[in-house]
Nanobody
Framework: QVQLVESGGGLVQAGGSLRLSCAAS????????MGWFRQAPGKEREFLGA????????YYADYVKGRFTISRDNAKNMVYLQMNSLKPEDTAVYYC???????????????WGQGTQVTVSS
């Protein structure tokens, strides 16, 4: 079965950096667009960005553009989210997800990880 497992979350001070990883199994990884989302308490899950099947294209939501970078390694079935200049408002559970086609909404994605908590202290 398909599994997506995020790791790398934790507590960081404002202005710091974290790198999240997502390990995929049970699917042909290079056939999927990989996206990152986050969900803060009491808020909707929001799209952060995505990388194309080969990793040659990436797309970011405006509110993280310039601070977050998505990359993937198809040989390792891994996707990454590098987060810099973190702010307290970035505190959320972060999810990776896989989609058959390019998309930026929750319903576009077929498979989801369990999430990893990121907490940014002020």
């Amino acid at each position: 079965q398909v599994q997506l497992v995020e790791s790398g979350g934790g507590l960081v001070q404002a202005g710091g950096s974290l790198r999240l990883s997502c390990a995929a199994s049970g699917l042909t990884f290079s056939n999927y667009v990989m996206g990152w989302f986050r969900q803060a308490p009491g808020k909707e899950r929001e799209f952060l960005g995505a990388t194309s099947w080969s990793g040659s294209r990436t797309y970011y939501a405006d509110y993280v553009k310039g601070r977050f970078t998505i990359s993937r390694d198809n040989a390792k079935n891994m996707v990454y989210l590098q987060m810099n200049s973190l702010k307290p408002e970035d505190t959320a559970v972060y999810y990776c997800a896989a989609a058959n086609a390019w998309g930026s909404t929750r319903r576009d994605y077929d498979y989801w990880g369990q999430g990893t908590q990121v907490t940014v202290s002020s």
